[in-house]
């Protein structure tokens, strides 16, 4: 079954409720039992069944059950936000002292978490590129944890999954992927090796930009070591399983930081177009990127432009795609700011994955708590915007910025 066709018809798609082709919305908190023995059985995980929203819930179960098996996972659990799901992915195996090695082109906000980790004597070793080389220089018995986007935001560099993935394997290490950017339909991270997969299914998941949630994604096939993953111990009889019973049945349902039923049905109508949608996504930035690199004075980046090593992890990994998000050194902030200000479509909001295009400068905004040195490695500068193209038609958009950068232009002359 192609990717598409599997959107509509995969075997995570039940026949729900009354016949209904869509789960109904399940917004209640609590469910009846018959029987107090019942109501005991599903508590012990003795018996299948909901008893509370914040442990389970059919549909946000239903969401959970179509994005593992777009993802190729053994199980996913869905949360309220891309950043409690990463910090359930990470919490639930790290205690003080692990460290962790994490790609420098990350989300600003994920830096910002890694941060705060260190009051709790987690530490992060970032580096400058997510490369086999450079992630083995900082392996020490410390690093618990292997972590990266698969394009990075907004460096735009591309991690070679297969790779990471054999290096982390080879110091008994999971490699975690945050595959917010490039989704389900560019690559499948847990085929290229990596063990656990997060998304913030605010962006492309959900597409609409009507709600915000997050999911992990187990591979269920990392072999844990139970003396050094300690937080897993009292898990060790699921095997492989033990980290997502862990967060189903400890972490995950304590910090409580769960789905509501409403996100859950809004991402599987999302799901339902992610294919066609990342398909004109794809092709709105690369026919962009094209057309802004023809103005000799605003540096371009977008993975497919370039002749370099992003390029051909590209046509290898991503199917040929470069994902959706551009990013343009412009010259100035001032410049930056006049462009921005000038653009007619284009929406100026913060975030990604939506169907409209969307622009922002990442360094007064979304990098705003990073030092200088967290804002370099990230790849961001006072005269970048990012990009983040929409489903409109190609041509008004490659107008709209063209317009915005003369009607700049001439505002300053
Ligand atoms: N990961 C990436 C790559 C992101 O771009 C974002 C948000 O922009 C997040 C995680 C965090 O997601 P959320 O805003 O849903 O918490």
């Known amino acids: 079954m192609n990717f598409n066709t599997k959107l509509l018809h995969g075997k995570s798609i039940k026949k729900y409720a009354d016949g209904a082709t869509l789960p109904p919305i399940s917004q209640v908190s609590a469910y009846r039992f018959d029987t107090a023995q019942e109501q005991e059985k599903v508590f012990n995980h003795r018996a299948f069944g909901f008893a509370y929203t914040r442990v389970g819930n059919p549909t946000v179960a239903a969401f959970e059950q179509r994005i593992a098996e777009l993802e190729g996972g053994s199980g996913a659990i869905a949360f309220s936000s891309g950043m409690s799901a990463i910090t359930v992915a990470i919490l639930n195996i790290l205690s003080t002292g692990d460290e962790i090695i994490s790609s420098g082109g990350l989300y600003g906000g994920t830096m910002d978490l890694f941060r705060d980790f260190e009051r709790f004597g987690i530490k992060t070793r970032y580096v400058s590129h997510f490369t086999k080389e450079e992630i083995e220089k900082e392996i020490n018995d410390n690093t618990k944890i292997i972590f990266g986007e698969t394009i990075s ?161 590209a046509a290898e990994e991503l199917k040929g795609f470069g994902g959706g998000l551009i990013t343009i050194r412009v010259g100035s902030k001032e410049r930056a700011y006049r462009i921005l200000n000038s653009l007619e479509y284009a929406v100026r909001a913060t975030s990604l994955g939506d169907v409209r295009t969307l622009v922002i400068h990442p360094a007064s905004t979304l990098y705003i708590h990073s030092t200088k040195e967290e804002q370099e490695i990230a790849g961001v500068y006072d005269d970048l915007i990012r990009i983040s193209t929409g489903i409109e038609d190609p041509e008004d958009l490659i107008e709209d910025f063209t317009k915005a950068i003369k009607a700049s232009d001439e505002a300053e002359n």
């Open 153 to 313: 935001n907004p460096a735009l560099e591309i991690t070679d999954i297969e790779e990471v993935a054999a290096l982390s394997h080879s110091h008994g290490i999971p490699l975690i992927i945050d595959n917010t950017t490039a989704t389900p339909y560019l690559v499948n991270p847990l085929s290229l090796g990596a063990d656990i997969v997060v998304h913030s299914t605010t962006k492309y998941i959900n597409g609409s930009g009507n709600s915000v949630g997050g999911v992990i994604v187990d591979g269920g096939k990392f072999s844990w070591d139970f003396e050094k993953y300690a937080a897993l111990s009292p898990f060790k009889k699921y095997g492989k399983a033990a980290y997502s019973v862990r967060i189903r049945s400890d972490l995950g349902e304590n910090i409580g930081g769960t789905m509501a039923p409403l996100t859950a049905y809004l991402n599987v109508i999302g799901l339902e177009t992610l294919g066609l949608r990342m398909q004109r996504i794809c092709d709105n930035a690369k026919a962009l990127a094209e057309a802004l690199n023809e103005n000799k004075d605003i540096t371009v980046n977008y993975p497919t432009l370039g002749t370099d090593h992003n390029t051909a992890l």
